[in-house]
């Protein structure tokens, strides 16, 4: 799994209509007006053949059959090498280009055209490496499930709110809850409930980017910092992460399959949290829930949490 796009990545909505046998731009988000220059309100129902240089908007207009339930404009954009489009100044500017397609019905589907600017990808790759040395620099695993414990987790917290602060670089942190804890405790002991917690764990890291972390709050819960991430997508990556745990049941040595729910409660990082970290106030929302929340999904409210504090 990966989520859609980075917090700073530039989004252009299109939409394929093979009734009208048109590719219109529907939405363009703020990193993408930066980008390109245009106002979204300049560019929303606009052809997207009107920002493309010619070499591929005649690609668009030679390969695209608008055939009922056909989505040849995603198959063909991801041909197109040393994908561009033209800024508002009429200057060509290269881009990493990633697609994903949506909405889809039989007459229209939505793609997102993800638009990574290459100088700024070195930039940032830059500053990545800084991070993953200085994440290294603190480490201390827990010795139950060999991953990074709660010191850990709280020093690179810590450490991307400075980035937040000093960078455009935005991070969220989350803590997934094993629902059902002390029935399970009951049943299989401790042991179990430790072997679980890292099945959560590397459900977790196998379902996430490398940059992101992975590490364990204690023995009911795993902490996740998603690295460069917006709050939104954030929520749409650990409710993925909610129904992956859900998908796939722990088993035990015995093969008998154990299913798997968790609650979770996730907050940006380098809000207004007030005296207490952003793992600290995750982890008391949690606290608050009881363990009568189950499969729960909840964002920590920042500006609630800092006037509480």
Request: some cysteine; aromatic content about 6%; hydrophobic content about 40%.
């Amino acid at each position: 799994m990966m989520p859609g796009h980075r917090s700073n990545d530039a989004v252009v909505t299109i939409c394929q209509n093979n009734s009208a046998k048109s590719i219109k731009i529907t939405a363009i988000n703020k990193p993408g007006e930066e980008l390109l220059g245009y106002t979204a309100a300049e560019l929303e129902d606009k052809n997207l053949q009107d920002i493309l240089p010619p070499r591929i908007a005649t690609l668009l207009s030679e390969y695209v059959e608008f055939e009922r339930d056909a989505n040849d404009v995603g198959q063909v954009l991801s041909k197109v090498q040393s994908f561009s489009t033209i800024g508002k100044n009429g200057k060509e500017t290269g881009f990493r280009l990633k697609i994903v397609r949506s909405d889809a019905t039989a007459d229209t589907i939505k793609f997102e055209l993800i638009l990574q600017d290459k100088a700024g990808l070195r930039k940032n790759e830059a500053l990545r490496a800084a991070i993953r040395e200085n994440f290294k620099g603190h480490q201390v695993l827990d010795p139950a499930t060999g991953l990074p414990d709660r010191y850990s987790l709280a020093k690179d917290v810590e450490l991307m709110g400075y980035y937040s602060n000093k960078s455009d670089i935005r991070s969220c942190f989350a803590i997934l809850q094993m629902d059902h804890y002390d029935e399970l405790l009951s049943q299989y002991g401790r042991g179990v409930c430790q072997a679980t917690v890292k099945h959560i764990a590397t459900l977790s890291q196998q379902s996430l980017r490398p940059d992101d972390v992975v590490g364990v709050v204690n023995y009911k819960r795993v902490g996740v910092l998603l690295i460069d991430t917006s709050i939104e997508s954030a929520r749409m990556t650990v409710n993925r992460l909610r129904w992956q745990i859900a998908a796939n049941p722990f088993q035990l040595p015995d093969k008998t399959s154990v299913g798997l729910s968790v609650s979770i409660a996730f907050a940006r990082v380098g809000g207004r949290m007030g005296d207490k970290s952003v793992l600290d106030n995750c982890d008391e929302v949690l606290e608050e829930l009881g363990a009568s929340a189950i499969n729960v999904l909840t964002e920590v409210d920042e500006n609630e949490r800092h006037k509480a504090d």
